[in-house]
């Protein structure tokens, strides 16, 4: 399923209710469960109902929901990640325990117990994550196997932020002098998340005795260092590579615990990721030679949809704004359209024209051409339909151009409608898997009605994708 259905638009969005932003699990009513609202910082101490998490803002049943419904306390649902969101939806709403981490501890939400079973209090007491501190983060392999693959280890573009410079070794302590916020954003970004995590992970199979249940357990993991480290070091990257082949040895470690406890035999395996990582703008030409690569200044483009507005409507008071801009997309504002009589239709499409004729935009999309599209397809505009939910719909939709960056200064991101963002692994592995190689295009919507049917659970609703097997 994609968004259009789920309704989990973007890792954070604008709640045109309030005008704030909203994390995608974020829930007043599911408060956290083993760290205080005080300890993630000021702004969380301050707005401690931002702090609670559940799945509430899903809006369609995942797998394992389906697991429960039909095997009821007969299967076990586990899910983990280093970070909120990847834990939470993967498990669902039923899940028995849904496990992340915040400031070096593994914790969850009111949502699914009223506190830490003793195994993960254990874990956190033996303290993992502070004795990282003042590591040094090493190359595994000789440098120059890294050079060979992915050329210097020093390149234009990376971020040098929390402590960890753009070059090999790196001290892990955040530039801090004690275990503290600026370590734990270092160590976010370094392998030893992921070590952690697998060490968790193996621990959550064993004490929640998974794969010996009557009915079907299910176990999800999200690894989501590569992520961090792929946004400040792009994927050319020496700390990339370095950190996909210490993953490989956590997988292997957690295949082996799996063979132990449960029998590979009786499991079926599925490896992906949600999306991929741009190159960094810098380093586009190497990767693809003839490649432009830019970085898109958002104040002048901001300026440019503000002048047209301007020049159509007439500028609004100057107690108001036209509009919100959420990353790549544009909210207008109510009062603004009231104040120059004219409606969000008219102003949406004002605003297209103006993104369409900047050079670093691919394409532009008003909520209203979008509703009017189908969403199969591969094309610009039936993969912003797909992205698009209509409780959540956001009035202007657009994508940059192919290896221009949306972030300023260094580092680079994701999201966008390009392959090197869309191209991700899908690898199967298990009982009734035949090995072999499938060349055709395949989505990662088609994992879940892929799991269903081979599970026979009921189906999902609306999921466009069929079974691959």
Known sequence: MHADVHGVIANDWLDRGTWEM?????????????????????????????????????????????????????????????????????????????????????????????????????????????????QTWERLLPAAVYEAVQGPDDQAGENAEMGLGRTFPKRVDGGAKAVGPAFFSAFDNTPFATEVLGEFVQRAIR?????????????????????????????????????????????????????????????????????????????????????????????????????????????????????????????????????????????????????????????????????ALPSDGNDLAAQFRRSQHAGRARDVLFALRPHVGARAGTGTGHGSPHPYDTHVANVWFGAGIQPGVRTERVGVDAIAPTLIARLGLAPLPDARAKPLF
Request: aromatic fraction near 6%; proline fraction near 6%; glycine fraction near 8%.
């Open 207 to 371: 004490e929640e005795r998974l794969g010996h249940h009557p009915g079907v357990d299910f176990l999800g993991v999200s690894f989501s260092q590569v992520d961090t480290v792929g946004h400040a070091y792009g994927p050319d990257s020496h700390e990339l590579m370095d950190s996909m082949l210490r993953m490989d040895r956590v997988l292997a470690a957690l295949l082996d615990c799996l063979d132990r406890e449960v029998g590979l035999g009786r499991c079926l395996i599925v490896l992906s990721a949600d999306h991929g990582v741009a190159p960094l703008p810098e380093q586009a030409a190497r990767r693809e030679p003839g490649a432009k690569g830019s970085r898109a200044n958002s104040r002048e483009i901001d300026g440019a949809v503000r002048h047209a507005l301007d020049t159509a409507f007439g500028a609004p008071p100057k107690t108001e704004t036209w509009f919100v801009r959420d990353g790549t997309t544009y909210h207008l504002r109510p009062a603004a359209l009231a104040a120059r009589e004219t409606t969000a239709a008219a102003a949406a499409k004002v605003v297209c024209d103006a993104l369409r004729a900047r050079p670093e935009v691919a394409g532009a999309f008003t909520a209203a051409e979008l509703a």
């Open 22 to 134: 909203v994390n995608s699990v974020e829930d007043a009513l599911s408060p956290l469960v083993g760290v205080a609202p005080g300890e993630l910082g000021p702004i969380a101490a301050a707005r401690p109902e931002k702090t609670g998490r559940s799945p509430r803002t899903l809006l369609a049943p995942t797998v394992a929901d389906r697991l429960k419904e039909r095997y009821g306390a007969d299967a076990r649902v586990i899910s983990l990640s280093n970070k909120d969101r990847s834990a939470i939806l993967l498990g669902g709403q039923r899940a028995d325990g849904a496990y992340w981490d915040e400031v070096g501890r593994m914790v969850t939400s009111r949502h699914y117990a009223a506190r830490l079973p003793a195994w993960v209090e254990a874990f956190n007491a033996e303290q993992r994550v502070h004795a990282a501190f003042g």
